[in-house]
């Protein structure tokens, strides 16, 4: 809560389990409004791992999940 100021920006966590080796990765259009585009890109192996990706965005952008 201290890094993040609620009034010009909002948080977006992104928790599951999957492979070790999933990976998370995002992209963020030039456009007006600006777009974050997030696409997940899943592991080869087969352990079990939990994860967690925290993002502060600053209010206004929009963004879509693939």
Request: proline share 3%.
């Amino acid at each position: 809560a201290q890094a993040v100021n609620f009034d010009k920006q909002f948080v977006l966590v992104f928790a599951w389990r999957g492979s070790g080796g999933d990976r998370l990765s995002y992209t963020l259009g030039e456009s007006f409004p600006e777009q974050a585009t997030f696409s997940l890109e899943p592991g080869r192996t087969r352990d079990l791992r939990e994860h967690v990706k925290v993002f502060a965005l600053r209010n206004g952008v929009g963004w879509t999940v693939k």
